[in-house]
């Protein structure tokens, strides 16, 4: 029964075509900002995520359950007798969704040289390894990277150098206290600088290899206090977290933690984000309902005579209803489709070349402490372009509702005198 | 008479610090009333220097460590150093006016130590860098009120609210200070946050008479959010007024 009211509103559609064209037009480039929109959005996220995540963080810390949140050196994975550190890191890399992962101690101390000091913090890391998961290797603009030719080298922050007064080639003290509570303390050199443009980042952090932190805070070889990971897919990191924790317990007591948790600020900006970009689609659904269901009055209002001689012919009121919001589904449907090609290679541009924010600065803009570069590349947000569609074809049908009750409410009598 | 206690109290609890450092009784000396200048009192301001030997003992959760030290003070110099355990043995830390500095004898090198640092813990222990060497002028900056008198666990006591003054540079947000009545010695201090929460109690003990004036040769300190922890430091031994040159102050590198 309902098979020639479709292909009759469907017909319907095609009568006046100016009409129909103008509507879709309206829906389609709906959906093509839509797509636009939560492209962006979504690109716009995944850069936070990335960016940061990879400068020092990493996206997954395994570290022993009680050394967050006081970071006491002390509480070393596997306790004061420490883990096998090659076997925890080859059993993290077992899960095949995790990309690297690298060992790491932390430190507080403070730094002099020559007449200045400053208090900052040590990070002990394998260079190797740490650069499969970090990026802050990138970042150097004076001097190397930690090499294994400089045992007792530091690379540090631009901003912490020029405050101390420091170069390539400075020599510095490190004056900690040591997890057996005496005062570790030895001299180190300068073999780089980075600038990650982070300002807690390039004034108070300072790397060194993980061998030379563990001896100065006089820790064995095997106390870590942290396994730093990176993924395949940073999306499935919450879950990948919770495995790796169950799995490890076995033999050692761990706490994984991911990204959402080790940074909530930045899991905070995620959600209100995607909060930005549901209120965007409203808004677009809501200007939507106004072009359909004026179209869709319209065409009620041209068809008042042809819907009484339907009516007259023997259409019952539920009938005409149906054909109505087939109408208003078969323009929607087309809308969409039309809309959909169009966004395409809209879409494709904005994930390849990106949107150029600060062509004339070419600076990084920080957003929420994150990093993300001028160029603003888009990301596929699957889900996001269905909602929008889905969207967009119940904000048709629920406009032709009001014009679908008028048009059964006609009188054929009436109708049929009227014009 | 009261006041006169607490000033007594007070002195003796500057001194207690002096025993650290020299440099509070000094200046505590100047910030009290001149008609404090009897007796036993005013002796207890006449020194102008000391020599001590102390050891100090840290415990917490991670164990024990011993560590003994000597003291030397005149006028607002100060000068710590370590002579066990031995790998810690030659560390000194050298205060002269607000300028804090270290000698690490490992890395042949002094260190400067910024003023923001001076809150953390010295050499592991539940005492901060601060409460060594830093001048703390009670009476300047603080206002005084009697907040108990009477007896406790069977000792009369005088206790003191000290909160500190408006416009004071001060860390505290309340200090508590005990007295026994019968001799005016100090015997528990607290130092309270704003919140009036207590962050640490300081006990006194072992009162020896030294040089003519009765103080406690042991101080407890204890954080109130570690339980079990607690650095307890002893003095073997104390000398008053004693000569020293002013040339002692100076680090191993610098002479």
């Not at chain 1, 699957?382 to 967009?392: D, I, Q, R, S, T």
């Not at chain 2, 703390?136 to 909160?163: C, K, M, N, P």
Request: proline share 4%.
């Amino acid at each position: 029964m309902f098979g020639p009211l479709i292909q009759f509103a469907w017909r319907n559609l095609w009568r006046n075509r100016r009409r129909t064209f103008i509507t879709m037009t309206a829906i389609a480039f709906g959906y093509v900002m839509l797509l636009f929109v939560a492209c962006l959005m979504a690109g716009l996220r995944w850069q936070m995520i990335e960016n940061g995540t990879a400068l020092v963080m990493s996206q997954i810390q395994v570290q022993a359950p009680a050394y967050y949140p006081n970071r006491s050196i002390q509480k070393t994975l596997g306790g004061w007798q420490g883990t096998d550190v090659n076997a925890t890191l080859a059993a993290v890399t077992a899960d095949r969704r995790v990309y690297a992962a690298a060992p790491r101690v932390y430190g507080y101390g403070l730094l002099s040289a020559a007449h200045r000091s400053a208090g900052v913090e040590l990070m002990g890391i394998v260079p190797r390894q740490e650069a499969k998961i970090t990026i802050l290797n990138n970042d150097i603009v004076k001097g190397d990277y930690l090499t294994p030719r400089m045992p007792k080298g530091v690379v540090l922050g631009d901003t912490l150098a020029s405050t101390i007064g420091m170069q390539l080639g400075s020599e510095i003290v490190l004056l900690t206290q040591a997890a057996d509570g005496s005062m570790g303390n030895d001299v180190y050199t300068v073999v780089g600088i980075f600038h990650t443009g982070l300002d807690a980042v390039d004034r108070g952090l300072v790397l060194m290899s993980l061998p030379a932190l563990q001896e100065l805070l006089h820790l064995a070889p095997a106390r870590i206090h942290e396994i730093g990971i990176k993924l395949n897919d940073i999306t499935a990191a919450t879950a990948v977290a919770a495995a790796l924790q169950t799995r490890l317990y076995k033999s050692v007591p761990v706490r994984a933690r991911a990204w959402p948790e080790l940074a909530p600020e930045l899991a905070s900006y995620v959600q209100f984000n995607h909060a930005i970009t549901f209120v965007l689609f409203f808004i677009f659904f809501l200007i939507a309902v106004i072009g359909v269901m004026n179209t869709m009055l319209m065409a009620v209002f041209e068809r008042t005579r042809e819907l009484g001689m339907l009516m007259a012919l023997g259409m019952r009121p539920a009938q005409v209803i149906v054909l109505i919001m087939a109408e208003a589904a078969g323009l929607a449907l087309a809308s969409l489709l039309v809309g959909g090609a169009i966004g395409v290679p809209i879409l494709w541009y904005l994930q390849v070349h990106g949107l150029d924010l600060g062509g004339a600065t070419g600076e990084m803009v920080s957003l929420a402490g994150v990093l993300v570069g001028h160029l603003w590349y888009g990301r596929q947000d699957l889900p996001a372009y269905g909602e929008a569609a889905v969207g967009l074809g119940i904000t048709a049908l629920v406009s032709a509702l009001y014009p679908a009750w008028r048009a059964a409410h006609v009188t054929p009598t009436e109708a049929i005198r009227k014009v | 008479m009261r006041i006169m206690d607490l000033q007594k109290s007070l002195t003796a609890v500057l001194l207690m610090l002096a025993c650290l450092i020299l440099a509070p009784v000094v200046h505590a000396a100047k910030v009290l009333p001149k008609r404090m200048t009897v007796d036993q009192v005013a002796h207890l301001f006449s020194s102008k220097s000391s020599i001590a030997t102390v050891t100090m003992r840290v415990v917490n959760e991670d164990g024990q460590r011993d560590m003994s030290m000597r003291i030397w003070s005149l006028g607002d110099k100060v000068l710590i150093r370590i002579t066990s355990p031995e790998d810690e043995a030659g560390v000194a830390i050298l205060k002269a006016g607000s300028d804090i500095r270290y000698y690490l004898p490992k890395s042949k090198r002094t260190v400067k130590i910024p003023a923001s640092m001076a809150m953390t813990s010295w050499m592991g222990s539940d005492f901060t860098i601060d409460d060594l060497v830093k001048e703390t002028f009670l009476t300047r900056d603080y206002s005084i009120t009697t907040s108990f008198e009477g007896t406790r666990g069977g000792v009369a006591v005088y206790e003191y609210t000290l909160t500190p003054k408006p416009d004071a540079a001060v860390v505290w947000g309340k200090i508590v200070l005990q007295i026994r009545q019968a001799d005016s010695v100090p015997t528990w201090q607290g130092f309270y946050d704003e919140n009036g929460a207590l962050v640490r109690g300081l006990t006194f003990s072992e009162y020896k008479t030294v040089g003519g004036r009765n103080i406690p040769t042991r101080l407890v300190m204890q954080p109130a959010d570690k339980t079990g922890a607690r650095t307890t430091i002893d003095y073997t031994d104390i000398a008053f007024d004693v000569p020293i040159s002013a040339a002692t102050f100076s680090l191993p590198n610098e002479k």
